[in-house]
């Protein structure tokens, strides 16, 4: 997407949520633009040239008044935006497109995930989207200030006398253009210092994250950082000299030209004017010397505002290409919901390759799951029983075939009813900053739920630990929010986990090595839990086959293929892969 119309995108979020913010932007900027102003040229002019015309005292008093009245009010309408509408704004903007963002990013297909340049505009778009259309709204009134502020300073200015302005324009355009010189420069140096930044920021990070503590204390590491860290500050000095005699140079010549500018030469211009042609009063010549130099600042920020729309629109199109993003696994036209009782779910010559993969992880996978059995997906690592999973819950489409429930397409059904069919827990499941009744149900708790949430971590073998915790169901999980909460070992955060298909009115349970952090025996008894206890369709997979003789079918995969399917006598019998694996593992157990 281009980005052109990236901005102006933006400034629609902020009118769409925050709609008196940007009008109050907006006066905000023409506020300010009338002090600066009239505060250094026009009010000064009239001061002087009422002191040098010798009007009375009480009208120099009244025009003072006056100033101060209007800086007053301006002043406190300034605070009171500042104070009041803007966090406010902020606040209700972050809101409106967190929650838009939040949604989005649940919508999105799982393999954006794979691509690292949308990866990366998406942690920047809910990281930033918002703060980001706050600045572009301020910048625009800041815009408006600037040029209110330069359009009466000219005025005025051209008010005096012409040459004056011509200079003190000449100076500006003078100054802005080695400024944009300037500023290439130093981009194209700290294009260059990034690599080596990133590589000491990284040795940094690494000292100050617990999780490289026990490592750093127990090994060597600590040398080679330290030596890494070295190198990298090394080519960051080496980099900055040697762009320091060109930026030395062009800086010393902007700074020194205006100096010399406006310190001599418009000054003894303007000391001709007034004393030798006598074509200038004192009070031009004092509103000429105060607004030549706010002239020069506003001229020089209000090129630096334009260019900082650049900025603004990179950064603007990462958000909207992330918003306006389409979904390839999504609900087509005329898919219906999904409210018949489970029966059958088919796979038919299924094949499937991640993007941009040279080859298929699944080749031709055909097997029929019927309401009530326990299946069991067995193999090596990286035999692809994973990928199978996420494509039996849609969260990747298949590359060919197609997957059948019920004797219909999948995709002839909409999304969120397929996928309420199925309980999960994934091998790298989460556990949420909540409390333990929370992270049961992934849903709020009431009342209601207790008897479902105690019964489902009693069947996951959470029972004892939970009778330790004085909150119970309530103990909140991790110490992110609450110093009272606790972490919980791998076992069990993973019973936990499990928990959740016990508490979820499903029909299919998909356990994708369900059990991985606990102990044998402790896995034996869990799985043979979760094989006999659950009264649904099971499909369990895992490469540790302590379960596997419970199911009534077991499919044995291998680079992305069935090559044995039975139960586990006719495997064993048949004396193939999955024998072998089966009996090279039973000297580990005693089953």
């Known amino acids: 997407m281009k980005e052109k119309g990236s901005v102006l995108f933006m400034i629609k979020q902020a009118v769409k949520y925050v709609p008196s913010f940007c009008l109050f932007t907006v006066a905000e900027g023409v506020v300010w633009g009338c002090i600066h102003s009239f505060t250094s040229t026009l009010f000064i002019k009239a001061l002087f040239d009422r002191i040098e015309s010798g009007v009375p005292y009480s009208e120099i008093l009244l025009l003072v008044l006056a ?42 297909d799982l393999a954006c995930y794979d691509r690292p340049d949308f990866y990366n505009d998406f942690v920047w778009a809910i990281n930033e989207a918002d703060s980001r259309t706050i600045a572009i709204c301020e910048d625009i009134g800041k815009i408006i200030n ?52 990133r590589r000491a920021e990284y040795i940094s990070r690494v000292h100050y994250l617990a999780d490289y503590a026990k490592e750093i204390r127990m090994s060597e590491a600590e040398d080679l950082l330290l030596k890494n860290f070295d190198t990298a ?22 700074t020194t030209f205006t100096a010399v500018m406006f310190d001599a030469v418009i000054t003894i211009l303007l000391l001709y004017k007034m004393m030798i042609e006598k074509s200038v009063t004192l009070g031009g010549f004092a509103a000429t010397f105060s607004a030549m130099w706010k002239l020069f600042w506003t001229l020089n920020n209000l090129m630096d505002y334009f260019a900082k729309f650049k900025e603004h629109k990179l950064y603007a199109n990462k958000f909207r290409v992330f918003l306006n993003y389409e979904p390839t696994v999504c609900d087509k036209e005329g898919c219906t919901e ?37 299946i069991a997906l067995v193999g090596y690592n990286g035999a692809g029983k994973s990928t199978l999973v996420k494509l039996l819950l849609r969260l990747y489409d298949v590359s060919g075939g197609d997957i059948f429930i019920n004797g219909k397409s999948i995709k002839d059904y909409t999304l969120c009813s397929y996928r309420n069919k199925f309980g999960t827990v994934f091998q790298d499941f989460q556990l949420y900053a909540a409390d333990i009744a929370e992270n049961v149900l992934t849903d709020e708790y009431s009342e209601e739920d207790q008897s479902r949430v105690l019964e489902a971590l009693k069947n996951s073998g959470f029972e004892e630990r939970l009778s330790s915790l004085k909150e119970g169901i309530h103990t909140p999980l991790t110490k992110e929010f609450d110093q009272s909460g606790i972490n919980l070992s791998g076992g069990e955060a993973q019973k936990v986990a499990i928990s959740r298909v016990f508490a979820k009115d499903c029909e299919i349970v998909i356990l994708d090595e369900p059990s991985s952090a606990l102990d044998p025996m402790t896995e034996y008894e869990l799985n043979n839990t979760l094989m006999t206890a659950l009264d649904k369709t099971v499909i369990i997979i895992s490469h540790r086959l302590s379960t596997t003789r419970m199911a009534d079918v077991i499919y044995m995969l291998e680079n992305g293929e069935i090559i044995e399917q039975g139960s586990h006598d006719e495997l064993m019998q048949t004396g193939g892969k999955y024998a072998e694996m089966f009996l090279k593992q039973a000297e580990k157990y005693n089953f």
């Open 338 to 374: 999904l409210t018949a009782p489970f029966k059958t779910l088919e796979l038919k010559n299924v094949s499937f390759a991640y993007p941009e993969a040279e080859k298929n992880i699944i080749n031709g996978i055909n097997m029929t799951v019927k309401a009530g059995q326990k």
């Open 146 to 197: 600037r040029l209110i502020t330069s359009a009466v300073i000219i005025g005025v200015l051209f008010t005096i006398d012409l040459w004056i302005v011509a200079a003190v324009l000449f100076s500006v355009v003078f100054s802005v253009v080695l400024q944009r010189l300037i500023t290439k420069i130093y981009f194209k140096r700290d294009n260059e210092l990034k690599p080596f930044q």
């Open 233 to 254: 500050v090394g080519s960051n000095i080496s980099i900055t000299k040697s762009y320091g005699n060109k930026l030395f140079f062009l800086n010393l010549t902007r």
């Open 67 to 108: 100033m101060a009245v209007f800086l007053i009010s301006a002043y406190i309408f300034h605070e009171w935006y500042w104070q009041f509408i803007e966090p406010k704004a902020r606040q209700e903007l972050h809101k409106k497109m967190q929650e838009q963002l939040y949604k989005k990013a649940a919508s999105i």
